[in-house]
Each structure stands twice: as C-alpha cells, then as structure tokens.
C-alpha cells in the first residue's frame, strides 16, 4: 500500500497544479496492485483484479463522456480496481463509497461557503431537468477557471485511502 500512497500523492500533486494525471502515476499504481495480487494471491485473484478494474472503467467513464467526470478520476477508480483481491470486493465497494461520500460533502461545503458553487448547482439542476424531461444528454459544460467550483476526486480518493488503511471502515 505504500506505493500506492506515494502514486496518489504524485496524483494528488499534479491534479492540484494542472487539472490532470500523468498516465505513468496511474500505470505503477496498477502495476504494483497487480503485482501484489500475482505474489500474493492465485491467479483466478489476478483475473477478478482485472475484471474489477475493467468494470470501474465502464462504470464511470460514460461520466467522463458526459463531462462530469475528468479521465484522471476514471483511471484512479480503474488503478484501485486492481487492488481489489487485497482489499476485498466488498472493501472496494466501501472505498467507492466512502469516496463519493467525502467528494459529496465537499461539494457541499464548497456550495455554502462560494457563490460560483451555488450557480453551478442550480447548473445541474437544469441540466438534469432537460435531461429527464426531454431526453437529451449534452455535454455537462465545467468551467477549469472557476477553481472554487471544481471538485478534485484525487483528494477524497486518497483521504478514503488513508481511512481504509487505518481501519476506520
């Protein structure tokens, strides 16, 4: 798990600085997952790590597609997928979980304390009343200058992180 942590620092770093991830942090963090799971566990482990990784990706990258997520968070959600015969399936489901949690109340923290925030609210609101009422899905349009309204998934990825290692869930 320490090279784990040591890739969602450089993660955490580079997201921060330049809104993105280099796809080499994302690459020795899945290598080192499945690494460990080949040393460690059977091969049918090694598969399910794969597997689990391949259904992140399909799970959030239509997020990605729509804008609402950025591909670095996709590829920290797939690079944790690899990890998934260590931690348990149902600890990578509490990681996802308590992930989403944390970004949520960060988001709402965000929304109280800026007005930026509050607009891109009542953005979403719209957004996702034309959505359902019309069907159509357009592009969720973010705004990288608006820093305040940005939510950074690296930073309560990696808070879940620490919180699972020391067995807080």
Aim: charged share 15%.
């Amino acid at each position: 798990m320490r090279i784990l942590i040591g890739v969602f620092c450089a993660a955490i770093y580079t997201d921060w600085r330049y809104y993105r991830i280099p796809n080499l942090c994302i690459l020795l963090g899945m290598a080192a997952g499945l690494i460990q799971t080949a040393v460690s566990c059977t091969w049918g482990d090694l598969i399910c790590a794969l597997g689990a990784a391949a259904v992140l990706f399909l799970a959030f990258y239509p997020f990605y597609l729509l804008g609402a997520l950025g591909a670095g968070d996709v590829k920290l959600f797939m690079m944790m997928g690899c990890y998934q015969a260590l931690i348990g399936t149902d600890g990578l489901i509490q990681y996802m979980f308590v992930t989403m949690m944390l970004a949520a109340i960060s988001s709402i923290i965000k929304m109280i304390v800026y007005t930026q925030s509050r607009e891109r609210l009542l953005y979403l609101v719209r957004y996702l009343r034309k959505a359902i009422l019309t069907g159509a899905v357009d592009a969720y349009e973010i705004d990288k200058t608006q820093r305040r309204c940005v939510v950074r998934l690296s930073i309560p990825a990696f808070i879940s992180l620490i919180l699972m290692c020391i067995g807080v869930y």
